[in-house]
Structures are given as structure tokens and as C-alpha cells.
Nanobody, 120 residues
Framework: QVQLVESGGGLVQAGGSLRLSCAAS????????MGWYRQAPGKQREFIAS???????IHVDSVKGRFTISRDNAKNTVYLQMNSLKPEDTAVYYC??????????????WGQGTQVTVSS
């Protein structure tokens, strides 16, 4: 089994910064794409950013220039540096990973989520 554990959420004032981390553990041979999503109250979960094993990234337009995704393959960890935070960034943030087992099977996993609250 594989677990994804997020950390780094919290309460911050508008204009501030937070850095989210998500560490994967368990039966992992390798990890392909890793990503971040968020879900605000009353809204659907939305894609924020993703990164391939080779470091190629995608960021949704609403966070470009403010958020940066990165990863440490040796630690099976993905990060989301969030700068210039806005109240509309308030949401539960989830990490996601495509984990490959030693048998070559790829399975998608989700973390439990971490709350980010931005006050105005």
C-alpha cells in the first residue's frame, strides 16, 4: 500500500506565502507524474499543477507566476510553493501521484488534504 501525506497548510494573510509538501511512502518502485489539486467549499476539485519525473511542469493559469511545483525524486516528495496568496486561494489542497509498483503496475493515489486559508 502507498500513503501520501501532505503538510504545510495553515492560515496566512493575503500577500503571504506557504509551502506545501507531500511525501509518498510504502511500496513504491517509482513515481511518474505528481500533482496538486484544490477544493474550495461548494466547488468541485480543480487541478493546480503537475510535474513529471523528469521535471516538466504544468501550472493552471490562475496560479502562474505565483505558485511553483517541484519534486525531490530521492525523497518521493512533491512541493507547492505558494506566493502572493489571495483569499480566493482558500481551499483544501490535495496531492496526487501515479505510483509504479515493482510489478510495473501504475496506480493513482490521493493524499488526505491540507487546509489553506487566506485572510483578507
Amino acid at each position: 500500500q502507498v500513503q501520501l501525506v501532505e503538510s504545510g497548510g495553515g492560515l496566512v494573510q493575503a500577500g503571504g506565502s506557504l509551502r506545501l509538501s507531500c511525501a509518498a511512502s510504502g511500496r513504491i518502485f517509482s513515481i511518474n507524474a505528481m500533482g496538486w489539486y484544490r477544493q474550495a467549499p461548494g466547488k468541485q476539485r480543480e487541478f493546480i499543477a503537475s510535474i513529471t519525473r523528469n521535471g516538466n511542469t504544468i501550472h493552471v493559469d490562475s496560479v502562474k507566476g505565483r505558485f511553483t511545483i517541484s519534486r525531490d525524486n530521492a525523497k518521493n516528495t512533491v512541493y507547492l510553493q505558494m506566493n502572493s496568496l489571495k483569499p480566493e486561494d482558500t481551499a483544501v489542497y490535495y496531492c496526487n501521484a501515479d505510483v509504479v509498483s515493482s510489478y510495473g503496475r501504475s496506480t493513482n493515489y490521493w493524499g488526505q488534504g491540507t487546509q489553506v486559508t487566506v485572510s483578507s
